[in-house]
C-alpha cells in the first residue's frame, strides 16, 4: 500500500534501516539523514535511488518538500525531541518516532503538547503495540474465560530497563487498560551500550503500581545474556511469553479449583490451552508498516505521543527512584525539578 508521502528517515543504524527498508516501499522517494560518513555509504549501497545527506540543513538547500513528508525519528534518544522541533519548523506534520520518545518528562511533554496545538501526527513505536500483543491476548483469554490479567513479570539478562523495558512497560498499560500511579526501582547503569558507552544500559528491578493491586515487574540483570521472557498471571491461568512472542497458556485443572476455589488454595497450571503465535499477532516488520501507516494519518494513532510521554515518565520515574531510594509517585509532575533532568537514555 503506498502512501502520498516522501520518507525522511534520520538515523541510519539498526532500528533506522528497518525503517527505511519498510518506508521505501511505501513512499515514491526516500531521503536518509545521517551524520557519519561510512553509515552514508552503507545507506547508498542499501538504498541507490535515495538521498543521502548529512543533515537536514542539506535538504534545506535543494527544496526539499517538507509539507509532504514522513519522517522517521531514529537516532539516539537524547536527540529526539530536538530533531521533533526541527522537523516542526520546517513544517512536517506525519512524525514516527522511535521510543523513547525523549531523554526527559518536559521534553516529552513539549512535543506532546506542540504536536496537538499544530495538528502534527505523531506516532511513537513501541513495537508491542504495533505487534497488537494486548489485544491478541486479549482475544485469547476471552475464548478461553480467563478473566483480567493481575499481574506481568518481564525477565532476562543485559536488555536494559529502558532500551527494552519501556516496550514491556507500554505493554503493561495496554494490558491493563491503565498508566501506572507508582514505581520503585533498583535500576543502575552501566556504559557496557554497544552503541555509545555515553548511553547507559540499566539492570535492576523495576516494580510498576497500576490500580486493583496489579503489578508489573521487570528485572534484567547486566551478568547475563540471556534473552528475556514474560509471565502473565491470570486468576486461574499464566501466559508464558518468549523474546519471539511465542506464547504457552496453562490454566490450572478447574475440578480442582471449584472443589477448594479459596484464592489462598494455589495450585500448578498443568492444562495446555494454546501454544504457538496468537493468530492475530503482526510480525516486527508488519508492525513497523503499520506504524508508518499510523504517522501518515490524520487522526488518531495507535501509539501516540500521549503513550510516548506516559512511557518516558514511568521510565525516569524508575531511574529517579533508584537515585532517591524510595517510590516515586507517577506520572512525575511537570512543574518539578525531576522532570527537566535529561537522562542518557536510548
Known amino acids: 500500500m503506498d502512501i502520498p508521502f516522501t520518507g525522511l528517515i534520520i538515523g541510519y543504524g539498526s532500528i533506522g534501516r528497518r525503517h527505511a527498508r519498510v518506508l521505501e516501499s511505501l513512499t515514491r522517494d526516500l531521503a536518509i539523514v545521517n551524520r557519519r560518513e561510512s553509515v552514508r555509504i552503507a545507506a547508498r ?13 542539506a535538504l534545506d538547500a535543494v527544496g526539499f518538500p517538507w509539507s509532504t513528508t514522513v ?14 522541533h526541527a522537523l516542526a519548523d520546517r513544517g512536517v506534520r506525519h512524525i514516527l518516532c522511535e521510543k523513547p520518545m525523549a531523554a526527559s518528562v518536559h521534553d516529552a511533554q513539549l512535543m506532546v503538547d506542540r504536536a496537538e496545538r499544530e495538528g502534527i501526527t505523531l506516532a511513537v513505536h513501541h513495537y508491542l503495540r504495533y505487534a497488537g500483543l494486548a489485544p491478541a491476548l486479549q482475544e485469547l483469554f476471552a475464548a478461553y474465560d480467563l ?31 491503565e498508566a501506572p500511579h507508582q514505581v520503585i526501582s533498583s535500576a543502575l547503569g552501566e556504559p557496557i551500550n554497544p552503541r555509545a558507552p555515553e548511553l547507559m544500559i540499566y539492570a535492576g528491578s523495576v516494580i510498576l503500581s497500576f490500580g486493583q493491586q496489579r503489578e508489573a515487574v521487570i528485572t534484567f540483570s547486566n551478568r547475563s545474556s540471556v534473552a528475556l521472557s514474560a509471565q502473565i498471571y491470570l486468576r486461574d491461568a499464566v501466559v508464558e511469553l518468549d523474546g519471539e512472542l511465542k506464547v504457552s497458556i496453562r490454566r490450572r485443572d478447574r475440578a480442582a479449583v471449584e472443589k477448594l476455589p479459596a484464592i489462598t488454595r ?13 493468530p492475530t499477532l503482526r510480525g516486527y516488520f508488519d508492525g513497523i508498516q503499520a506504524a508508518l501507516q499510523d504517522a501518515c494519518t490524520e487522526g488518531d494513532v495507535t ?44
Open 71 to 84: 519522517a522517521v525519528i531514529a537516532t539516539w534518544g537524547p536527540s529526539h525531541a530536538e530533531l521533533f
Open 266 to 278: 494455589t495450585g500448578s497450571a498443568t492444562e495446555v490451552l494454546f501454544e504457538g503465535v496468537p
Open 147 to 177: 478473566g483480567s490479567p493481575v499481574a506481568l513479570i518481564v525477565e532476562g539478562g543485559a536488555a536494559c530497563l529502558v532500551t527494552n523495558g519501556i516496550h514491556w512497560l507500554d505493554f503493561a498499560t495496554e494490558l491493563f487498560g
Open 45 to 57: 549501497q542499501a538504498h541507490p535511488a535515495a538521498r543521502v545527506v548529512d543533515r537536514l540543513e
Open 303 to 346: 501509539c501516540s505521543g500521549l503513550h510516548g510521554a506516559v512511557a518516558v515518565s514511568a521510565c525516569i520515574g524508575a531511574l529517579l527512584s533508584a537515585r532517591e531510594r524510595h517510590a516515586i509517585d507517577l506520572p512525575i509532575d511537570q512543574a518539578s525539578v525531576w522532570s527537566q533532568e535529561r537522562w542518557p537514555i536510548s
